[in-house]
C-alpha cells in the first residue's frame, strides 16, 4: 500500500511531539517536511535523523510556513497536520482552506492519539491564551505540593530553538544550567522562576524520553506537572487538569485553538487577574466557563504583583518591557510591568518604538498592536544584541522589567532597573490547596 504523505504545520513544539508520538514509527505515513511560525530562523532546518528514527534516515527538512501551497505540490502531500498553538479559529481555517485547496486534507490531532500515560499522577497546567498566568498558577501548586512533602518534577511545554540533538532532554535545576543550555530569553522567562525557588524543571524534544527521566529524576519524583505552553493541551495525560483564563481578553476562550480543547477538558478553571480586569469581563469569563465545562470548579485570583525599587517607577519617565511572547502571538497590549507603572503613579511611559534597532524594530512592524511596551525578544544572540541597544537607546529615567526572568542577568542596562514579580493570589473559599487535599487523598500521597 502507497505511503501518506504528509507535512506537520508547526513551530518548533507540538509539531515534532505529534511526529514522534503518532507517525515515528508507523510505516503507513511518511512525514516529507515539517513547516515553521511564530519562532524565527526555525526555518532552513532539519528534524534530524536521531531524533526522527530509522524511518527517517536523512531527517526531514523544515521549510517557512510561507512555502505551504508550493510544497503540497511539490512534494505530493495527501495530508497536512496543524500542530501549533494559540491561534485564532478565523486563522486556523484559514489555513485550512489554503491546504484544501491545494488538494491536501487538513487534521488536527486530539490528546488520545498524543497524550503520554506516566506512571506518576499528573497534574497539567494549561491555559485558553498566551500570558494567562500559567507559570504563577505552576508555581504556586508546586509551592503547595512542597508543603506536603511532596516531591514534584516540572516538565515544560518544548521551546526547542537549538541544536535539536542536544536539546533532546533537557534538565534545569539551577540557574548554571541555564547558561549551559544555551537558553533563550523565552526559556529562560519559564525556567528560571521555578530554579530559582529549588524546582527541578524538564524540557526538550522527546517527552516520552523526558517523561521518563522526570518519573526517575535522581531528587526522586511523587508528582509530575506539566507547565503547559501557549494554550496547548498537555501532552501527558493528566490525572487533575487546570486551566488559567484572562478577563482582559473575555471571550478568547471560546475563540482560539487549543485553547477551546484546554477549558471543555478541565477539572479546574481559574480566572486569573481580577484585581486589574473589569467586573463585566470578569462575569463574561465565568459565563463561559459555565457553558464550556459545566462540571470544572471555578477559582478566582489575583495577579499579586510586588516591585524590587518602586521608587524608581513613582513620578518617573519609564521604559517598560514585558515577556515578548504574551505581546505578540499572545496579542496582549499590558503586562505586569505596565500594571505597575500604573498603580506606582509613573510620569510617563515612554514609547520604545522611536529606539528601536533591528530585529526589534522588525518584530513592532510584524506586531503593530503592540504599541509603546517593549517586548522582550532574544531567540538568538542578535535578537539579544538588538533588544540591549533598543533599552539602551530610549530617554527614560528607568527600566521596568516585567519579564519573569531578570534580564540584568544577560544583557547590560545603562540606566536604573526594578524588576517586577507576580503571583497566584487565590480569592474566596474555593482554592487550590482545597483542590490539591483532594488530589493528594485520591492518589494517597499522603507521607
Known amino acids: 500500500m502507497k505511503k501518506k504523505n504528509i507535512i506537520i504545520i508547526g513551530a518548533a513544539g507540538r509539531d515534532f511531539h505529534n511526529f514522534n508520538t503518532y507517525y515515528r514509527n508507523d510505516e503507513a505515513s511518511n512525514v516529507v517536511a515539517f513547516t515553521a511560525t511564530q519562532i524565527p530562523d526555525i526555518d532552513g532546518r532539519k528534524y534530524p535523523s536521531e531524533l526522527a528514527g530509522e524511518l527517517y534516515p536523512e531527517g526531514i527538512p523544515i521549510y517557512s510556513q510561507d512555502q505551504l501551497p508550493a510544497l503540497i505540490q511539490e512534494l505530493d502531500v495527501d495530508e497536512c497536520v496543524f500542530a501549533y498553538s494559540d491561534i485564532a479559529y478565523e486563522d486556523v481555517m484559514s489555513l485550512g482552506a489554503i491546504v484544501n485547496s491545494a488538494g491536501a486534507n487538513f487534521t488536527l490531532l486530539g490528546p488520545k492519539s498524543t497524550m503520554i500515560k506516566s506512571n506518576k499522577p499528573v497534574i497539567s497546567v494549561c491555559a485558553v491564551r498566551t500570558g494567562t498566568g500559567k507559570s504563577q498558577t505552576?508555581?504556586?501548586?508546586i509551592e503547595t505540593l512542597l508543603e506536603h512533602d511532596l516531591k514534584v518534577i516540572a516538565v515544560r511545554h518544548p521551546m526547542p530553538y537549538g541544536d535539536l540533538n542536544a536539546q533532546r532532554v533537557?534538565?534545569?535545576?539551577?540557574?548554571?544550567?541555564?547558561?549551559?543550555?544555551?537558553?533563550t530569553i523565552e526559556e529562560m522567562e519559564e525556567y528560571e522562576p521555578h530554579v530559582a525557588r529549588g524546582n527541578i524543571i524538564y524540557a526538550g524534544v522527546d517527552y516520552a524520553a523526558i517523561l521518563e527521566a522526570a518519573e526517575n529524576d535522581p531528587a526522586g519524583c511523587d508528582v509530575i506537572l506539566w507547565d503547559g505552553g501557549n494554550n496547548d493541551f498537555s501532552f501527558y495525560e493528566p490525572?487533575?487538569?487546570?486551566?488559567?483564563?484572562?478577563?482582559?481578553?473575555p471571550g478568547h476562550e471560546l475563540k482560539y485553538y487549543p485553547g477551546?480543547?484546554?477549558?471543555?477538558?478541565?477539572?479546574?478553571?481559574?480566572?486569573?487577574?481580577?484585581?486589574?480586569?473589569?467586573?463585566?469581563a470578569i462575569q463574561t469569563v465565568e459565563?463561559?466557563?459555565k457553558f464550556a465545562s459545566p462540571n470544572s470548579t471555578i477559582i478566582k485570583a489575583k495577579s499579586k504583583i510586588t516591585v524590587d525599587q518602586p521608587e524608581s517607577i513613582i513620578g518617573k519617565r519609564v521604559l517598560v518591557v514585558e515577556d515578548g511572547p504574551t505581546l505578540t502571538h499572545g496579542e496582549m497590549k499590558i503586562g505586569a510591568g505596565s500594571v505597575a507603572a500604573e498603580r506606582l503613579g509613573a510620569k510617563e511611559i515612554i514609547d520604545a518604538r522611536p529606539?528601536?534597532?533591528?530585529?526589534?524594530?522588525?518584530?513592532?512592524?510584524?506586531?503593530?498592536?503592540?504599541?509603546n511596551i517593549l517586548p522582550?525578544?532574544?531567540?538568538?544572540?542578535?535578537?539579544?544584541?538588538?533588544?540591549?541597544?533598543?533599552?539602551?537607546?530610549?530617554?527614560?529615567?528607568?527600566?521596568i522589567i516585567g519579564t519573569p526572568m531578570d534580564l540584568t542577568r544577560i544583557i547590560s542596562i545603562n540606566k536604573p532597573c526594578t524588576r517586577v514579580h507576580y503571583d497566584l493570589d487565590e480569592v474566596g473559599d474555593q482554592n487550590l490547596s482545597v483542590v490539591?487535599?483532594?488530589?493528594?487523598?485520591?492518589?494517597?500521597l499522603t507521607k
Open 138 to 141: 505552576s508555581r504556586k501548586i
Open 170 to 183: 533537557q534538565r534545569f535545576a539551577t540557574v548554571e544550567d541555564l547558561k549551559k543550555h544555551n537558553c
Open 239 to 249: 490525572d487533575l487538569a487546570v486551566t488559567v483564563l484572562d478577563p482582559h481578553r
Open 260 to 280: 477551546e480543547v484546554c477549558l471543555r477538558t478541565t477539572d479546574v478553571a481559574i480566572i486569573n487577574k481580577i484585581d486589574s480586569a473589569p467586573a463585566e
Open 287 to 289: 459565563n463561559n466557563i
Open 355 to 371: 529606539y528601536a534597532v533591528g530585529t526589534i524594530k522588525e518584530t513592532y512592524d510584524k506586531y503593530q498592536h503592540i504599541g
Open 376 to 399: 522582550a525578544m532574544g531567540y538568538g544572540e542578535q535578537q539579544l544584541k538588538d533588544l540591549e541597544e533598543t533599552i539602551n537607546n530610549a530617554d527614560c529615567d528607568a527600566v
Open 436 to 444: 490539591l487535599k483532594d488530589f493528594i487523598q485520591q492518589h494517597k
